[in-house]
């Protein structure tokens, strides 16, 4: 079998035994992308010499030593380019910085491997608002990867990098992964560093890990996360073993299945597929349990006025003074801010800082910020009191499978879409996505835990790993 196919685990089992060397699966990788990367798009960078240079050099003793890893491009990488899938940043900007994702990833002999496209700023749920170029989805060639990391989920689907990092605001991990058919893991609210992150919204981003196995996931994790002095909402809390539980099954575990998820409208197939795994973890000795998150049906409207407050704050930064884009026309200060910003955004992120200049406008602000905030601990408390009752909430990611490309002309559906999703980031919790048996498009089954819980997540999801 190709390497390019091999988890991480595989590899690195291979690496340390002296079976094969990290030039060898380079070799294999790049045969698959050069088959098939005009096609899918996953990569806006990939520098194959320095790619080289970082392998033959890897310390194969490091936990991680000679394994490639993916990149999404709002995780700065020191001299590598950084887009966010933007114009603003596309020209001549590079990491003067290492993230702090990728300097524990690089402390443990990653090598790092190209910068794969996303949504612009991750503002998106189909990797179409990319002002870059588009993503197509491999397992499902014409239909969207899902967003925003979804040339992170088309790289590892299509075999081009055995892992890769993401990052989730609303879903932008699970949401492409269910759509690619591999695993895509949100960890909780200050589990993993920001720092280094290019920042959409800071009380929801986080970054994670995009693998084909829930152990790679479990592995990655285990590297990436931590408490870092450089990032304030970084928690000062130990680390768990995310691997040495992997196997202890679902026996006596409570498992939750929120009526709210599974309502009108859940495509039959999605609805078919999810039920099928909340059966097989019942055959596993797990008991199901339907319980009620009753301000989900807010979340949608809550994360939409929260997310764009926080993008308006954050993407002030990008003026055409500093760094990126800046206007060749502009004739004052005032100009060069209005040129540089009307043609380095794209109309997703201009749509955004729109919505969220005026949610946190004087006369507006307690209207619809500071409710949505209250509605938002409405939420965390619904996920407080189902877990009173549970140990784990399982649910569709997405109501439908992948849609094709260009047929959404309804920035609403494509909003909607991330329903099952949002309510996690609102709440800081973990949550993964695990593919699922399925005669057509990939399906993937959501697994929410409590707040630093992923080992108990990362459990449940191997027995769901197992019995598809």
Known sequence: MSLAHQSVTALRGLLVKGEIKPSEILDDLFVEISARESEIGAFLSLDRDAIRQAADAADLSLPLGGVPIAMKDNINVKGAPCTCGSRFLAENYRSPYDAGVTRRMREAGVVFFGRTNMDEFAMGSATENSALQKTQNPAAPGHIPGGSSGGSAAAVAANFAPAALGSDTGGSIRQPASHCGIVGMKPSYGRVSRYGLVAFASSLDQIG????????????????????????????????DYLSGLKQGVKGLRIGMPKEYFAE???????????????????????????????????????????????????SRFDGVRYGHRSSSATDVLSLYQKSREEGFGPEVKRRIILGTYVLSSGYYDAYYNKAQKVRTLIRRDFEQAFAQVDAIVSPVAPT????????????????????????????????SVPLASAGLPIGLQIITPHLKEALMLRIAHAVEIGA
Do not use: F, W
Request: negative net charge.
């Open 401 to 432: 499978p992948a849609r094709k490309i260009g047929e959404c002309t309804n920035l609403l559906g494509d909003y909607l879409a991330d329903v099952c999703t949002i309510p996690a980031n609102l709440a800081g919790l973990p949550a993964i």
């Open 265 to 315: 409208g859940l495509d039959p197939a999605v609805r078919a597929a999810t039920e099928a795994a909340i059966r097989q973890l019942e055959a596993q000795g797990a008991t199901v349990h339907e319980i009620s998150l009753p301000h989900t049906e807010y979340a949608v409207a809550t994360y939409y006025i929260v997310a764009p407050a926080e993008a308006s704050s954050n993407l």
């Open 209 to 240: 890990p995009m693998t084909r196995s829930v152990e790679d996931a479990a592995l990655l994790l285990q590297h990436i996360a931590g408490h870092d002095t450089l990032d304030s909402t970084s928690l000062p809390v130990a680390v768990d």
